[in-house]
């Protein structure tokens, strides 16, 4: 590979490395791509993975109850059962040609990857063992079927060591800790896209990787939520570069919500602990999923268990009248918690101080995946318009894709499924390009734009902090577009992300200040020196005095998140139904402060 150092006066130092192909992203997409790459184009072919995280810290890593496949090994199973499923799972918004694909070659996949050393679970006989997941059913619906292959509860895990550890052997280079901030595109949105200019971490140097393909396999963007299973680096990076660069996106409402996130911590018990057996109670002790799908009960697909869980804490029905259901997986008894679930049973003791074997487990909801993305056919391309028009050289794969095989609701293990099945067929077609591309053709404008940002960042001495905005980013997407979504809280958070950032008492300028306050809290209780002090904060909306008596009651009784409907009985009818609507939809601070500022009027409009 080769690296030169420009040091023109017109062109900031760029450090330029010229390969044949370049993958951003070592997740299970991006590493498969590379595999394949270096299959068909041979050893001398120059496959380079940028990744922003040491590889195995990729987000791929913390999957954990399986991927499914049809393989029929502990019961009868067919690929065109597996097709029904995620078409009827995805109400009916998946493109079914495309999941055809993935549901046929899941198969072949899986036995692949078997082949390159994955360690799965293994039933008596030596075959590859397969649980149940939500939503996945035999014969088009009649029961529950195990499709999911796994290996423990750290399935994930293992598909990335044994996905990085083949491209070492196969002379894959690896930039660990390379953050790409834009793609190289001389000619504009239509393409071609001739490599991508990143930041280096260490040295915050900036590199220019030249190359005739490029795949984008970056993730997810579960950070745009206050609560979410996903980890800090979810953040959409890939999706934002090609949306900057005049690209569409794909299916962006599409969010789900996990039902059996830890309360209040977001993060993931998987599905594979209803699949082994457990259930959700409600408040009363109810197994109230019985009600809302009585043939899958709780292994119906995500979106039917996550609503139902809201409509249960909506009637009252929560634990102790809270916005949390509780995880019954006590019967499972100590062997298949410890030996099919360890790392969830781990996570049980670490983070709640509960025994699983003996307590029940709080849950609620969290923002978990990214239906939508980047557009692309089955092949990995990047489609430019809605007719289909390619990006000539540029490829997207894994959970920052829209291959549409999720449509509005992905079901369990179909992920694991999809960023092996299109992360592999990417990397086949990027090597048939990459024989017949030219050589490409610097864009030294975004280089140039790229070190313009960072001296930018680097030499600012005042204004916003970014992590203040994203901070009230997450808290509004999460209160206003979480489970249910209302045509008033969409138009709220819409106002939210548009008002500018003055000091004219609009929502954006009240969010603002109660994060900042927060932050002041935060600051103060761990110790912290930076941040604003809390004396410094403007006056904030759940101050009494700013307040009329029954609001202030409300905001405080919210804001607490003490308040449950019997308390709101003295409230005005019009503030008793914003409080009800801030307790449906989960209360927080910000939440409250935009609709009680509004107070009634709020309601009215
Ligand atoms: C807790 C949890 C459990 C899950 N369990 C399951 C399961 O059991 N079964 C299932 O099917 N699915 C599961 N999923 C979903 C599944 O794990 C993910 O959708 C999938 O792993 C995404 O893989 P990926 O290759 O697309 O991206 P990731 O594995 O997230 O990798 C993204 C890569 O992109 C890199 N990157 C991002 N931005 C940049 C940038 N700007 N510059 C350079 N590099 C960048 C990162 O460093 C990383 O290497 C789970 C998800 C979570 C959160």
Redesign the pocket.
């Known amino acids: 590979m080769s690296v030169r150092l420009a040091d023109t006066p017109a062109r900031p130092r760029v450090r330029t490395h010229e390969l044949d192909a370049v993958v951003?992203?070592?997740?299970?997409?991006?590493?498969y791509a590379a595999l394949e790459l270096k299959r068909n184009l041979g050893p001398e072919a120059r496959i380079g993975?940028?990744?922003?995280?040491?590889?195995s810290?990729?987000?791929?890593?913390?999957?954990?109850?399986?991927?499914?496949a049809a393989l029929g090994t502990t019961e009868e199973d067919h690929w065109e059962w597996h097709w029904f499923d995620t078409v009827k799972g995805g109400d009916y918004l998946v493109d079914q040609d495309a999941a055809e694909v993935m549901c046929h070659d899941a198969v072949e996949t899986i036995i692949n990857l078997e082949h390159l050393g994955m360690p799965f679970n293994r039933t008596e006989e030596g075959r590859i063992d397969q649980r149940r997941?939500g939503g996945h059913t035999r014969n088009e619906g009649e029961a529950p079927v195990r499709r999911?292959c796994?290996a423990a509860?750290r399935?994930?895990h293992a598909?990335?060591q044994t996905l990085f550890q083949q491209c070492i052997r196969l002379d894959v280079a690896f930039y660990d800790e390379?953050?790409?901030?834009d793609l190289q595109m001389p000619d504009g949105p239509g393409g071609p896209v001739t490599g991508?200019v990143?930041l280096q971490t260490s040295t915050s140097e900036i590199h220019s990787f030249r190359a005739k393909a490029v795949l984008f396999?970056?993730?997810?963007f579960?950070k745009i939520f206050k609560v979410?299973?996903?980890?800090h680096?979810?953040?959409?990076?890939?999706v934002a570069?090609a949306y900057r660069r005049g690209l569409p996106l794909e299916d962006m409402e599409f969010f789900q919500f996990?039902p059996t996130g830890m309360y209040k911590l977001g993060?993931?018990l998987?599905?594979?602990m209803r699949g082994e057996g457990g259930f959700l109670v409600n408040g009363e002790g109810e197994r109230f999923m019985e009600r809302y799908a009585p043939t899958m009960k709780d292994l119906a697909s995500r979106d039917v268990v996550s609503r139902s869980i809201y409509q249960e804490i909506a009637a009252g029905r929560g634990v102790g009248g809270k916005d949390f259901v509780h995880l019954d997986v006590r019967h499972l008894g100590a062997q298949v918690l410890n030996e099919k679930l360890p790392d969830m049973t781990g996570f049980i003791r670490t983070y709640f101080g509960l025994d699983p074997l003996t307590d029940l487990v709080p849950i609620q909801p969290t923002a978990?995946?990214?239906m939508g993305g980047i557009p692309t056919d089955i092949d990995g391309r990047v489609l430019a318009d809605e007719v289909g028009r390619l990006v000539p050289g540029f490829y997207a794969?894994?959970?920052?894709?829209c291959v549409s095989v999720h449509g509005g609701n992905?079901l369990?293990?179909?992920?694991?499924?999809?960023?092996l099945v299109f992360?592999r067929r990417a990397g086949i077609a990027m090597a048939d390009e990459v024989r017949r591309a030219e050589a490409p053709v610097p864009d030294h404008a975004a280089e140039v734009g790229v070190a313009a940002q960072r001296d930018a960042l680097l030499s600012r001495a005042d204004g916003e902090r970014p992590a203040v905005i994203r901070a009230e980013l997450a808290e509004v997407m999460f209160s206003h577009c979480g489970v249910y979504r209302t045509g008033v809280l969409l138009e709220e958070c819409r106002r939210c992300a548009r008002f500018p950032r003055g000091d004219g008492g609009e929502p954006l300028v009240l969010l603002r200040r109660a994060a900042a306050q927060h932050d002041a809290k935060a600051a103060q209780h761990d110790g912290r020196e930076e941040g604003p002090r809390v004396g410094d904060a403007p006056r904030f909306l759940h101050d009494e005095r700013e307040l009329d008596e029954p609001q202030a009651r409300a905001a405080l009784l919210l804001g607490e998140g003490q308040a449950q409907p019997a308390q709101l009985g003295h409230l005005a009818p019009e503030l008793r139904a914003v409080a009800l609507g801030v307790i449906e939809h989960r209360p927080h601070v910000l939440g409250l402060a935009l609709l009680v500022e509004r107070g009634a009027d709020g309601v009215s409009q």
């Open positions: 951003v992203g070592a997740g299970g997409a991006g590493l993975v940028i990744s922003k995280l040491y590889p810290r990729s987000h791929t890593g913390a999957a954990q109850g399986g991927v499914c997941f999911a796994f509860d399935t994930g598909i990335l390379y953050q790409v901030l991508v990143a396999a970056t993730g997810g579960g979410t299973s996903n980890a680096t979810l953040t959409g990076d890939g570069i996990h993060f993931l998987s599905e594979a978990h995946y990214a794969a894994g959970e920052c894709a992905r369990g293990t179909n992920s694991l499924l999809d960023i992360g």
